[in-house]
């Protein structure tokens, strides 16, 4: 069983950059396709981006395609979620979650088993 430890998050002005972690441990890295989701301050928790087993294939939400990158690196057990250009909107606490699945190269927006704590990430305008 993966467990998942997101860091990075704070305070940033509009137009600003951040860049998330999500350590794994405890499992397989490599066995799951990994997602960044966020919820913000009474909302439901979205989807942000995700990325597939081997790290060739990513999603993104259209609220941040183009400004966020996703990323993973199986040597290390982390993926990264680049923030870029990042809106007062995009204030949420962002969460890192793993699915085990088969097919190498899917990403997933549903589906995932795992989730970290969670980090804050505030935007002022």
């Known amino acids: 069983q993966v467990q998942l430890v997101e860091s990075g998050g704070g305070l940033v002005q509009a137009g600003g950059s951040l860049r998330l972690s999500c350590a794994a441990s405890?499992?397989?890295?490599?066995?799951?396709?990994m997602g960044w989701f966020r919820r913000a301050p009474g909302k439901e928790r979205e989807f942000v981006a995700a990325?597939?087993?081997?790290?060739?294939?990513?999603d993104y939400a259209d609220s941040v395609k183009g400004r966020f990158t996703i990323s993973r690196d199986n040597a290390k057990n982390t993926v990264w979620l680049q923030m870029n250009s990042l809106k007062p909107e995009d204030t949420a606490v962002y969460y890192c979650?793993?699915?085990?699945?088969?097919?190498?190269?899917?990403?997933?927006?549903?589906?995932?088993?795992?989730w970290g704590q969670g980090t804050q990430v505030t935007v002022s305008s």
């Open positions: 979650a793993a699915v085990v699945t088969l097919p190498y190269a899917i990403t997933h927006r549903s589906g995932y088993n795992y």
């Open positions: 405890g499992g397989t890295f490599t066995s799951y396709a």
């Open positions: 990325i597939s087993r081997g790290g060739g294939n990513s």
